[in-house]
């Protein structure tokens, strides 16, 4: 099943394409997937150092690109379900916040946004204007199909068969996202960290179906996918 999720992933078109670019995208797929299997080796030894490893890595990967963010929250809510512990989820939070607070930090020194140029109706503009991130957000929704329920489970058809709507060429990601969504009706027989994971993975899906049809936007979540 590992040879068979390794292959999947290499011969994603959008990956490999990847692979030739400085896109940050890359390194948040590293982090995050790396972030996951540490958090699930903590699942079965129970060692605290593997628990403590995954909130230093979960810090790392918040730093590369504000996406992380969302699998910072997916993968937070996680962790609470599966330490159940207040204090254990306090050190984990505040390990992760130690290892990437720094360029959010240096964003706020800097710009006075530690979220910049997103959030500017609360922090102000800093070189971008109203118009540039508006204008960011335009040419990001423009790719893609229509955002409705339907779109979205039929989401391995228009990958397939309408590749030309989305920005980069899909590739194989239609087939993944297919098996995935029909790997969702063993649900019940997975274990719970198994559970936990593929619901990690349906929400960041839906949240990148419901933001910007950007196929290398998909890339994090594609080794949980596979």
Not at 40 to 51: M, N
Not at 115 to 132: K, L, R
Request: charged residues 10%; glycine residues 8%; proline residues 4%.
């Amino acid at each position: 099943a590992a040879v068979i999720a390794t292959a999947s992933l290499l011969l994603l078109e959008m990956f490999g394409k990847s692979l030739g670019y400085a896109y940050a995208d890359l390194g948040l797929t590293l982090f995050f997937t790396a972030c996951v299997v540490v958090l699930v080796l903590w699942t079965q030894y129970r060692r605290y150092a593997w628990l403590w490893l995954s909130a230093a890595l979960m810090g790392t990967m918040l730093g590369i690109k504000y996406s992380a963010l969302v699998f910072g929250g997916l993968l937070g809510l996680a962790v609470i379900q599966l330490t159940r512990n207040f204090k254990q989820v306090l050190i984990y939070a505040g390990i992760a916040a130690l290892f990437g607070c720094f360029w959010y930090i240096r964003s706020l020194v800097i710009s006075g946004n530690p979220v910049h140029p997103f959030a500017s109706e609360i922090f102000g503009n800093y070189i971008w204007s109203t118009q540039d991130i508006a204008g960011q957000w335009r040419d990001l929704g423009r790719h893609g199909i229509d955002k409705t329920p339907l779109n979205f489970l039929l989401l391995p058809w228009h990958l397939v068969t309408n590749p030309g709507s989305f920005h980069e060429v899909p590739g194989l990601a239609g087939w993944l996202v297919g098996l995935f969504y029909i790997s969702l009706l063993m649900f019940k027989r997975w274990s719970p960290v198994l559970r936990l994971l593929s619901l990690v993975g349906l929400a960041y899906l839906v949240f990148w179906f419901s933001t910007s049809h950007v196929m290398r936007y998909m890339i994090p979540v594609s080794p949980l996918l596979a």
